[in-house]
């Protein structure tokens, strides 16, 4: 990496089980060799069985935290998932005209993957202003739909990773895509497992801590594509449900 300490600043909820958000994020770009910094959006009372209790930081706390480390330690890239509404939404979006090039990496949370709603209707809306201003947008199947579906990426010079962990297939394909249609694609078969928890706020935050220290997008979603696999071969099994990943040594 270019960067011997890449700071990463996580925009996203808090997983009270440690599998996703900004505990997952957190782990991973420690375990990457980044420094991981916060501004938490909303408090999950959460384990493997499902949400069971959300409650939404203001507006202007999450904006609090943001600029507290970032006037202090700066940033080389910020990776957003959870917002919860859509004032914080658009706060964020605001915040986002100030960080210049930095890589921006965008995972529109809509859904848990117990079910749970994490992001309603106005909500969704609101990621309008966020995605013009990311550098990678990481929806899973369902989540682009949400956004418009594969069309709607035309509306946009931003790239879009469509997940494919979602599908039925034995090989699973998430497909980098622009403007313009397909840019890179990636295969690889399914991995048989319930504890599953996290697979995208793990590989989003990856992608931004290998961006932050210097490789190149298509490289930096490979090697994150290979570190969310290694997660979930190394799982420890906790929880009767959709369990959290492991941490694999790097």
């Known amino acids: 990496m270019t960067n011997s300490c890449p700071r990463i600043l996580s925009i996203a909820g808090s997983d009270s089980g440690g599998g996703a958000g900004i505990q997952a994020d957190i782990r991973t770009i420690t375990n990457l060799g980044g420094h991981a910094m ?17 409650e939404l930081m203001t507006p202007d706390m999450v904006l609090a935290q943001i600029w507290a480390v970032m006037d202090d330690f700066g940033a ?28 921006v990496i965008f995972d529109p949370v809509m859904v848990a993957t117990s079910g749970a709603t994490l992001a309603d209707d106005r909500t969704i809306a609101a990621f309008q202003k966020i995605i013009p201003r990311s550098s990678l ?5 369902d989540e682009m739909a949400r956004l418009g579906g594969e069309e709607a990426v035309s509306n946009f010079t931003v ?22 249609g397909e840019l890179e694609r990636w295969e690889g078969s ?28 298509s ?29 694999p040594k790097t």
């Open 190 to 217: 399914r991995i048989d497992t319930r504890h599953s928890h996290g697979t995208g706020c793990t590989l989003s935050a990856a992608i931004a801590t290998y961006l932050a220290g210097g490789d190149s997008l």
């Open 137 to 141: 947008v990481t929806p899973n199947l």
């Open 76 to 103: 080389d890239a910020i990776k957003i998932g959870m917002l919860g509404s859509p004032e914080i939404a658009l706060t964020v979006a605001g915040f986002l005209k100030s960080v210049g090039n930095k890589p």
């Open 38 to 54: 916060t501004a938490v959006t909303a408090v999950t009372a959460q384990n493997s069985a499902g949400v069971t209790a959300v």
């Open 159 to 180: 790239p879009f990773l469509v997940k494919g962990g979602h599908g039925e297939a034995e090989t699973l394909v998430d497909r980098l895509i622009g403007a313009d």
């Open 219 to 247: 490289v930096s979603i490979g090697k994150a594509r290979d570190y969310v696999r290694a997660s979930l071969e190394t799982a420890p099994g906790f929880g009767s449900g959709h369990g959290p990943m492991g941490v």
